[in-house]
């Protein structure tokens, strides 16, 4: 059997070896000869690519030379389509056919016309190519990525090169976070992407654009302020602006899931209206960023767990965008209403070493807890354009909610990893209100000297949680592995409440010096209030009455006004652009703290920072562009950190505030390198920073009796962390595709550690993850085959524990297969092999990991789709993390879905209006 399964995989790897060098074999030919219409002279380094017919997949690609001639060859009989491109004339597109081996096709003189002449015939169009770049714009055209019938986006992305989504759900194209979605130039469903990749449909989109889009305060002061992003914009089909038109789909399937989901759109060619709702319990929760920012607990623990795939979620959500321009377009509002419904279940199983100052101990948890919310979030966008010289921004952005959270916990610490030193059980339940208000209100103003311009922005953010809790303890001490005493309950009552209230004004002014020069002031001023006030009571164990805990009960009260200060010049040249110069940020920070009404404690301290910064941009052709910024900004502690309170919510890990802490600086570096090759196809992409701290905020840890650790934030320097991107995508030949991505991250963390007889030692860890995903995919008409390896590797070295080094490796290796059978039936198979080493034992279970799915499009116009799929179908998932800290290594398994089946109905439907 074992030599049989040697001959297969022998057979397997020698049958796609030999694909790629059969491809590269064929002779046939393709050539022609270009010249300048007016000037009747050869057209020399024109851009000549071939790409295949009808899916615009790219074959080959050339340039003519110095007599106007260009060849391709190694071609297989197909139909293509030939795209020739010059600057300063007309695109020519040529469609051909060859049907044998030993075609040579001579297109003869190609006539090339100035871009300010109209040709006078038709010219014959076949479809654009698969990837374009243009500056800062990079395109993709859908109908070069087979999916299926009932695609949505996200299906797309997956397929795109230079595409990364991560485990975490984050879409991530070159390296860069795509942070929002948008529709036609047009915001939608505010910053949250998923509402739009997990939603809309492929086949309403004609192009799929990632942009890095400009602030508001940059698009009124042409001011980099360093809040760029990273967007995608969905270029909506002509025919899909004249009507309604939407999907729904419904399933059902073992284990009792479900799956139910409505997307309605109303577009014209300035109004969008969208309506979505659904309903699931298979984790798919529609959204997920648009729970960021809100001052709730309960939420985003439940939102981090649905983005890595923990636990069991229930989701219910709906909401309406809307998108319109007035006053013959001098006004736009933009704007949305979301409301969701989750509700999750999770248990745990945690494995820490905590290190000490000479050994270590370790912690287990199991851990079940269930998160409950329901938010409801607006957001707005209006613009109005004055006049010429004048224009108006206001953002508004509205979110309440509630939440309830249960949980309960054992745990055990042992001495080393052999002897119990002691065991505790946590029963918890919590009810959580929020609001969270937010405003921003920017105005610009261009003056009649070409270049000089003044603009405000005022903005405000008031928010408020209020948690109710009730907890039982039960700890037991043990001695040499021999319990000590019966467990005594600790009973307490917590209400918590927590506001901010924020407020910010700036001002930025450019003054030309010549057409060249440029000289850009600004200044802000920011003054954030946070304030906490904590009520606790514990129950008297002789009474049985709840009273009042003086020295867990408090208010505090803490501001912060910054002040920041820009001065610099700006310098273009026919294509570079560098912005210098430094800024200046005195801080003022006041902290009180009171019990029963009187003060506590009450502290002040200022800081002054100064830090260069530097934007320089220059790019090298519209494909490829450098960049590099270096800029500077604080870092506040929140309030926790600076309340001299001991929470003891876990009993072995007690955590207390510290006054005197500062505020902390960053400096930081950034380079940016992009380059495509439009010619091959072949695009490099490469990322990469550092950034130094001041005053960072770290941890001082005591073990003030076995087990048992009380940690405080400290500030101290020396603090550094890196990263690095690089990824490289290219067509090897008309069938096959590599895509390699690589990361990189280092950090220098310290921590103080110290034992309770034993003084605060300096420990220093220095950790580096490495991660390299390399990819290779065959397509042609009826399948798709993709091959990939995954390897993780995360390595960290202590200073004062280096027997508790780290060395690990997390690697997953598989592929999927999409066949695509006639009458628009297809098959789906996903596979990956995972396994891990340098883990803690049981948490480095190998997976094989197989999902598939059977689609079969249904009625005349295939706007029908019947869908059978299986997720996890050997039933081998388990989630698993790591984190590694200066002064501990954790490793959490996490419930995830377990195996199902599901069959779904999905249906398009198209209601057009006739084109008068």
Known sequence: MTRTCHYIEYWIISFF????????????????????????????????????????????????????????????????????????????????????????????????????????????????????????????????????????????????????????????????????????????????????????????????????????????????????QYIINLKVKRDKKRGVFGTALAGGGTQEKYEANALINKFSKETQLTVLGGSNNTNNMGFSDMLKGIPSQVAAQASQAARTGR????????????????????????????????????????????????????????????????????????????????????????????????????????????????????????KEKNYYLQGTLSYGHNFDKRGRNFSVDISGTRSNTNISSDSRTDKWKFKNGTEMQNPEPTYQLMNRDISRNDYRVRFYYTEPLSPTWQINVSYQFQRNNSEEDRRTESMDRETGEFELSPNQTNRSENIFYIHRIEAGIRKFWKKINLRIGATLEPTDMRSSSFRADTLFYTIANKSFNIAPYVNFVCPFSKERILRIDVWGNSQQPSPSQLQPIVDDANPNHLRVGNPDLKQSFTTRFRLRYNDYNKVTQRTIVLNMGMNFKQNSIANRTEYIEEGVQKTMPINVNGVCDGYFNFMYSMPLNPYFRLSSYTTGNYSRGISFLSDKDVLGEKSISNEMRLYERLRVTYTNEWLEVGIKSLIRYNTAKYSLQSNMNVNAFDISNGGNVEIRFPKDITLSLDYDYNFKTGYTDGFDRPQHLLGAQFNVSVFKKKQGTISLKGFDLLNQRISVSRVVRSNYIEDIAYSTQPRYFMLQFSYRFNYFARQK
């Open 311 to 430: 636990g069991i979620m229930r989701t219910h959500m709906g909401g309406v965008n809307y998108a319109d321009r007035y006053l013959d377009g001098k006004m736009k509002l933009n704007g949305n209403i979301f409301v969701a419904n989750f509700n999750q279940d999770e248990s745990r199983s945690l494995y820490r070493e905590n290190f000490q100052t000479s050994g270590f101990n370790t912690l287990h948890r199991n851990q079940w807890n269930n998160n409950k919310s329901t938010q409801f979030r607006t957001n707005w966008k209006w613009e109005y354009q004055i006049d010429k010289k004048n224009r108006l921004y206001f953002r508004p952005n509205i979110v309440w909610g509630d939440g309830n959270r249960k949980e309960w916990a054992d745990y055990r610490t042992l001495k080393g990893d052999t002897m119990l030193l002691d065991s505790s059980y946590v029963d918890y339940w919590a």
């Open 17 to 228: 070896l030999l694909i790629p060098f059969s491809a590269f074999s064929k002779d046939a030919e393709v050539k022609g000869t270009l010249f300048d219409a007016s000037l009747k002279i050869p057209v020399e380094m024109a851009t000549v690519r071939l790409s295949h017919l009808p899916d615009s997949t790219f074959i080959s690609g050339t340039a003519s030379d110095k007599d106007g001639l260009f060849k391709l060859s190694g071609l297989v009989p197909g139909k293509y389509f030939i795209h020739i491109t010059y600057l300063g004339y007309q695109s020519v597109y040529k469609n051909i056919e060859i049907k044998a081996l030993s075609d040579r096709v001579d297109l003869g003189r190609l006539v090339l016309y100035s871009a300010d002449t109209q040709l006078k015939e038709a010219v014959v169009v076949g479809k654009q190519p698969g990837v374009m770049v243009n500056n800062d714009t990079l395109e993709y055209s859908p109908t070069a990525f087979r999916t299926t019938k009932n695609a949505v986006i996200e299906d797309l992305l997956k397929k795109l090169p230079g595409v990364e989504i991560d485990e975490e759900g984050k879409i991530l194209v070159n390296g860069q976070e795509i942070t929002q979605v948008m529709v036609d130039g047009k915001e939608f469903f505010g910053n949250d992407p998923k509402v739009a990749t997990k939603n809309l449909p492929v086949d309403m989109i004609e192009r799929l654009q990632v942009v890095e889009k400009k602030s508001d305060m940059e698009e009124l002061t042409g001011i980099d302020d360093g809040n760029r």
